[in-house]
């Protein structure tokens, strides 16, 4: 082959490969969709993201395929997603807990929160509640606050393990109050939930999803929540806020993450969608019936909301000086 035979062929072939590219973007997706999620199934997570990627599935007639890859309190997961190809077809369900407190908690990380990941869209909210038994003489915060001053580090507060939002809202509100309280790690929601029903514990910080069913049927009652407005599923619960403490709010949150690098046209395509979906009703009353609030904006706004709660979960840990290894 002569040089010009080359360089037309060199030429063609570049070409060819620009144009495959451009109609790889323009048409995505040409194939499943991976949606990881770093926990286990059956948890709120897991739920939403499954309500998500069905209804993506149903109405753009995409092929979102959940996967559960739990593991380090949702590191596992999230790291396959900081390494997968930034071309679209694996994306994750970040959290607070492994997006904005697992960095300040764990001395290694296999990934960088802020640099390994493209945001795309949040999805939803979840406020943390305090809970005692529905026969419980704390009938306020206010209550609870003056007994644990009158007593304190005897009040034992549940959560549903280390470096949950539920424990750091505890140590949040103890120092906004005053206050000292013992810290009780579960391994779990379900068994913190059980030891306050049964007694064995006074109190209970824990998500509205983990909650909802206790104060459903009676068993709880919820002196607040952490959101910064009242929860539309429980709206004669008082915020924290509300309560003496301008400001406070501690919420579980959910929304959509690519690797780094992700084209910016597939995640307009893929904040468009969820937005969309989002939107609907009948999404919209799913998530309320679990506690969670409906979430939305652009993936700018998404990408500033997690360095801005990156930021405020680093200075609590600092100050209260937690870690986990």
Do not use: C
């Amino acid at each position: 082959m002569n040089r010009r035979d080359f360089l037309q062929t060199t030429a063609f072939a570049s070409l060819a490969q620009a144009a495959g590219m451009a109609y790889a973007q323009g048409d995505w997706p040409q194939r499943p969709v991976k949606l990881v999620v770093p926990f286990t199934p059956g948890g709120g997570t897991d739920a939403t993201s499954r309500l998500i990627a069905e209804r993506l599935t149903s109405l753009e007639r995409w092929t979102v395929v959940v996967d559960n890859k739990p593991g380090a309190a949702g590191n596992i997961g999230l790291d396959a997603v900081a390494k997968a190809a930034p071309d679209g077809y694996t994306i994750g369900m970040g959290q607070t807990s492994n997006l904005t407190i697992n960095p300040w908690l764990y001395s290694k990380m296999p990934f960088e929160a802020l640099k390994d990941f493209s945001p795309i869209a949040e999805v939803a909210s979840q406020p943390v509640v305090l809970a005692v038994r529905a026969d419980s003489p704390l009938r306020t915060l206010a209550d609870f606050i003056k007994a644990a001053k009158a007593k304190p580090g005897e009040f034992s507060i549940a959560q549903a393990g280390n470096g949950t939002v539920g424990h750091l809202a505890g140590e949040m509100l103890a120092r906004r109050a005053g206050i000292k309280v013992m810290q009780v790690p579960y391994k779990g929601a379900g068994p913190a939930m059980n030891d306050l029903i049964s007694g064995q514990i006074a109190l209970y910080f824990g998500s509205s999803v983990s909650v909802m069913s206790q104060l459903s049927n009676g068993r709880a009652r919820a002196l607040a929540v952490t959101s910064a407005k009242r929860l539309p599923a429980l709206p004669n619960v008082p915020t924290v806020a509300e309560q003496g403490f301008a400001g406070f709010e501690a919420t579980t949150w959910v929304g959509l993450v690519g690797p780094a690098g992700l084209p910016a046209d597939v995640v307009n395509r893929i904040n468009a969608a969820v937005v969309k979906t989002v939107a609907r009703k009948d999404v919209q009353d799913k998530l309320a019936q679990e506690g969670s609030v409906p979430a939305s904006g652009t993936p700018q706004q998404f990408d500033a909301y997690i360095r801005a709660e990156h930021a405020k979960w680093g200075a609590l840990i600092r100050e209260a000086d937690i870690k986990l290894d």
